[in-house]
Every structure is written in structure tokens, then in C-alpha cells.
């Protein structure tokens, strides 16, 4: 099966940068839409931004629109997020998340392959 693995969060200060990656193995990466979602302490898992195989079209939430930053490498099967101008309400586990086709790529529900998380902390 696919699996997928996150790395890079950690303690932030407010207004800093940090680069967030997902490794996956096990599946034909190269053909995957993919994305992140990220989810608070007693809060919903929300949708962050989505990157499709085709044209590597991105889609991105309303918080996070110019300040975050999907890609891909499929030569290295791994895909990033490029967070600039962090916030406090940035502040979750980040989740990244494949699947064979997707019909909205906003739902979760749509994504049957998932990482384990990594916590993203933003302090002012």
C-alpha cells in the first residue's frame, strides 16, 4: 500500500518560515493528486492546499492563499509546503494525503492514503 511520511515541523516564531515535506513509497506517486490538511486541538481537520498530476495545478484555502506553497518532485516522490509569514492560527498537525482520483480536492474524504502528521507550533 501507499505509504506516506511528514517531516520538517517544529517550534516557530511568528512571521518565520518553515518547509514542510511528504515522502511517499509504495504507489505510482507521479499520477496522485495530493494535499495537506491539518487539523487544531479540538477542531475539525481542515483543508490547506491540494496539487494535482496534471499541469501540477494547485488549489489553496483562503487563509493561507499568498502566503503558503504546494509542489511536487516526483523524482524524489515527495511533495512540499512552503509556509512564509507564519501565524499563531497556523498552528496544528499537518497531515498530507493521496488518492487514486479525487472529486473535490477540498473534502479529506476523498483521500484514502495518509501520513502520520507533523506538529507545526507558531509563537508570537
Known amino acids: 500500500q501507499v505509504q506516506l511520511v511528514e517531516s520538517g515541523g517544529g517550534l516557530v516564531p511568528a512571521g518565520d518560515s518553515r518547509r514542510l515535506s511528504c515522502k511517499g513509497s509504495g504507489g505510482t506517486f507521479s499520477t496522485y493528486p495530493l494535499a495537506w490538511f491539518r487539523q487544531a486541538p479540538q477542531k475539525e481537520r481542515e483543508f490547506v492546499a491540494a496539487i494535482s498530476w496534471i499541469d501540477d495545478e494547485t488549489y489553496y484555502s483562503d487563509s493561507v492563499k499568498g502566503r503558503f506553497t504546494i509542489s511536487r518532485d516526483n523524482a524524489k516522490s515527495t511533495m512540499y509546503l512552503q509556509m512564509n509569514n507564519l501565524k499563531p492560527e497556523d498552528t496544528a498537525v499537518y497531515y498530507c494525503?493521496?488518492?487514486?482520483?479525487?472529486?473535490?480536492?477540498?473534502?479529506?474524504?476523498?483521500?484514502?492514503?495518509w501520513g502520520q502528521g507533523t506538529q507545526v507550533t507558531v509563537s508570537s
Open positions: 494525503a493521496a488518492a487514486v482520483v479525487v472529486g473535490n480536492v477540498r473534502i479529506g474524504s476523498e483521500y484514502e492514503y
